[in-house]
């Protein structure tokens, strides 16, 4: 299949001073002494777009990505390295990227599309599917700058989107205004997807990415990390958020591995939460008789994963390595949200599963199986191994907030959890 797009060992650096007059003063040295430090917006970043795919760019911010799609349209040149594009290209960049807001909407569509190639003529042909889908009424025959941030975007979107390009590059844009058009958005991506073109996207919404993208590539700090399956990728992200890069670098058969598999349940080496994105920053504390050494979130193929799909089962796994004689432990998990509300857990004690008293060096591993019915988003999962002493409550062993959970979703309800209606609709016969 032949590319769209090929960056080849592409470098941006910028030249940071300290003060403006040593700009000045580097300009007009006769030695060419230097007075500024690089910056590394890229470094030596490489590759490939095939015609017809779907690929998205993630990483944290800072990390380059509107760097790259801003060289591969052309806004900005490379230090260093090539880009071949080979097709027809409408991008949306930094919001109104294009626009002149003294222009009216009507204006500014007419404008854009000659500087994409069109003519008036075809820019005419176009225009309804254009104002249909902006839908912004009257709005269209005044000047930009009267709109309000939501409007710019659905009108630049609505032009980006039906000038029919060969390779469509979306930049964060539908961060902006309110989520049903950024489900009509994502549906007309999907139909001219499916026509076969080529789009490049940077979001922060890993849901997207998992849901629309053959392939992601992940940077980090302007250089490139790795690049394949949505899920294991958006996996490689949770850790670097998590402050794990340096356990990545550790990893490097992990980081390369395009597969998407990630290690299996029951087959995987060395710890389960090594896989895992594993929170830094946690709370712990227990009185030491128990110790939780390792924990699982595994998804209903039986990969380790931090990344689970609403509908599917998945289990939460915990491994406990018992210091002392104990009567009767009881093991607990907790899924919180980002507020610290508990949603849903449970406990050994609750499901009926009774550990019989343990001695010093004995371990166990406990298994939670269930169906993920919390919406798409992001929560927190808590494990603990407590008991009851003398009918006091006593934690051997608490991990508060240890994983982030993301809940990927095709369909979400209202509140916290699906119900999971069955719906029946028939027209009544009068």
Do not use: W
Request: some cysteine; charged content about 25%; aromatic content about 8%.
């Amino acid at each position: 299949m032949e590319n769209a797009i090929t960056v080849k060992d592409v470098t941006k650096i910028y030249k940071i001073y300290d003060k403006p007059i040593d700009r000045l003063k580097e300009s007009l040295h006769p030695h060419h002494r230097e007075y500024h430090k690089k910056f590394y917006a890229l470094n030596h970043i490489s590759f490939e777009v095939k015609k017809g795919e779907t690929v998205g760019i993630i990483g944290t911010n800072g990390s380059g990505k509107s760097t790259i799609l801003k060289i591969i349209t052309g806004v900005l040149s490379p230090t260093a390295g090539t880009v071949e594009v080979e097709g027809s290209i409408s991008a949306l960049l930094e919001l109104g990227a294009g626009f002149n807001s003294d222009y009216t909407g009507i204006e500014n569509i007419y404008m854009n599309g000659t500087m994409m190639g069109f003519s008036r003529k075809e820019m005419e042909a176009k225009l309804q599917d254009i104002l249909d889908f902006a839908d912004i009424g009257d709005f269209v025959y005044q000047p930009v700058k009267t709109y309000s941030s939501g409007m710019f975007v659905r009108l630049a979107f609505a032009l980006a989107i039906n000038v029919e390009p060969e390779i469509l590059i979306v930049d964060e844009a539908l961060s902006v205004g309110d989520v049903f058009f950024q489900s009509k958005c994502y549906r007309r991506m999907e139909e001219i997807r499916k026509k076969g073109t080529t789009i490049l996207m940077v979001t922060h919404d890993m849901g997207s990415i998992i849901k629309y993208c053959d392939k992601v590539v992940l940077l980090n700090r302007g250089s490139f990390v790795a690049e394949g399956a949505p899920g294991h990728m958006v996996d490689l992200y949770k850790k670097i958020l998590a402050n794990q890069m340096d356990s990545l670098h550790e990893e490097p058969d992990q980081v390369h591995d395009f597969s998407g598999e990630g290690a299996r349940g029951g087959r995987h080496e060395g710890l389960m939460k090594e896989k895992l994105t594993i929170n830094q920053n946690r709370t712990e504390y227990g009185d030491g008789r128990a110790e939780i050494y390792d924990l699982g979130l595994l998804d209903e193929r039986g990969n380790l994963t931090n990344l689970l799909l609403k509908g599917e089962n998945f289990t939460i796994r915990e491994k406990i390595r018992f210091h002392a004689q104990i009567q009767s432990p009881i093991f607990t998990y907790t899924i919180r949200d980002k507020k610290g509300t508990d949603l849903s857990g449970t406990n050994t004690m609750f499901e009926g599963t009774d550990i019989r008293p343990v001695g010093p060096g004995d371990e166990y591993e406990v298994s939670f199986t269930q169906r993920m019915t919390l919406q798409g988003g992001e929560y927190l999962l808590s494990m603990s191994c407590t008991g009851f002493e003398m009918g006091e409550h006593v934690v051997y062993h608490r991990l508060y907030d240890v994983a982030n959970i993301t809940v990927i979703s095709n369909k979400n309800t209202v509140g916290v959890y699906d119900m999971e209606s069955a719906v029946e609709a028939h027209k009544i016969e009068g």
